[in-house]
């Protein structure tokens, strides 16, 4: 019988020593748990700032109304085509290579000027209308251009919108005036 009791005694110091070990266990486990998931929310964020770090930036926006003969032009009967001067910034951490920059003018109605319904590009999980696109070499440095939209329509007296997407991401966004 003592035998038995000894035995009891030791199993049970035995037993409440492994679940004291089982309860700092599984402390050590939730507080790696806890790190790991800390650290994963800010490699999340880092990423995020990198994302927004590397992206392209138009710098400088500027519209000018052309006659038929590409002069300037602030007489409206005689706007012929639609000059967009562009500056994308500097920005040495996005990757350097073959772009597409894609403008969208919006009317003062809030329809998107486009000369064919098949000029569409992914943004934000859906494809969208552009107005106007133009494949540029990025390496890195600021780089100007110009894009020209030719008026075959009526353009509507008001004011009008024209974003400028690079890589899936809105890069600028600027108003401009048509008056009568």
Do not use: C
Request: charged share 25%; aromatic share 12%; hydrophobic share 35%.
């Amino acid at each position: 019988m003592v035998s038995y009791v000894h035995q009891i005694d030791s199993l049970d110091r035995t037993n409440k020593q492994l679940v004291k070990e089982n309860q700092q266990v599984k402390q050590q486990y939730q507080e790696v748990a806890r790190q790991a998931q800390q650290l994963e929310e800010e490699r999340t964020q880092l990423a995020e700032v990198v994302s927004r770090a590397s992206m392209l930036e138009i710098s400088h926006f500027e519209m000018i109304a052309l006659n038929k003969r590409d002069r300037k032009t602030t007489i409206y009967n005689q706007i012929q085509k639609l000059q967009f001067d562009y500056t994308v910034g500097r920005n040495i951490t996005n990757e350097p290579g073959m772009k597409t920059l894609y403008m969208r003018i919006t009317r003062p109605d809030g329809e998107v000027m486009q000369k064919s319904l098949n000029h569409v590009f992914p943004f934000e999980n859906s494809e969208i209308a552009y107005s106007i696109s133009k494949e540029f070499e990025y390496a890195g440095e600021e780089i100007s251009g110009a894009m020209y939209w030719a008026v075959e329509e009526i353009l509507q007296i008001g004011w009008y919108t024209a974003d400028f997407f690079v890589d899936g991401e809105l890069i600028g966004s600027f108003p401009f005036q048509i008056k009568q």
